[in-house]
């Protein structure tokens, strides 16, 4: 069984091909999106629903749907009576999940924090992968065949959103150095030597 790798990345960067080039030359399952969907699966309620406590825009309701619930109602989770979500309860449920992907091994995790819930163990591998904003903005212009400017609108709301997802949810900074094993600046490191790069920590 393989390491399990968290990958944290500028959006825009090209650390999506990264990533699953790299899932794909190793043979590991690739997950992002899909975490969302079996989170929703866990705790009864819809992906839409856990998407936008994600991006941020559910933030300020969390503490307010928490103080009217018991910590036993917190533990219930999985439970089939339980059809909402705050941010307690995302947090463990989401926790479970990563803490389950790292004991299978052999997966490349995008986002969701993987890198502050798995921090302290030692069989995960945390990248991050990071651009400067003008070749950001000309890979995400020419992939999605929009103009430069609002390719730096996008890249800079979508940076604005995960930045306060990680504070909100784990109190800490996604660039912060001391989280990663390894951070790379896909302008300068093409992805043939990057993946290269990262098999070597596994």
Known sequence: MGKAITISRNYGCGGIELARSLAEDLGYEYIDKTLVVELARKMHTSEGEI????????????????????????KSILSDDFGYVDEDSYRLALEG????????????????????????????????????????????????????????????????E???????????????ASLYHIIMNLALVDQDTAKEIIKKLL
């Open 51 to 74: 998407s936008s406590y994600e991006d941020g825009t559910s933030i300020p309701l969390f503490r307010f749907i928490s103080t009217f619930m018991t910590s036993a109602k917190v």
């Open 97 to 160: 999940l990563m803490d389950d992907l790292a004991d299978r091994g052999d997966v490349v995790i995008v986002g969701r924090g993987g890198q502050c819930i798995l921090h302290d163990r030692p069989d995960v591998v945390h990248l991050r992968l990071i651009a400067p904003m003008d070749y950001k903005k000309k890979f995400l212009a020419s992939k999605l065949g929009v103009p430069k400017e609002e390719a730096g609108k996008m890249i800079d709301h979508k940076e604005q």
């Open 162 to 176: 995960r930045r306060r997802y990680i504070k909100v949810m784990f109190d800490r900074d996604n660039e912060e």
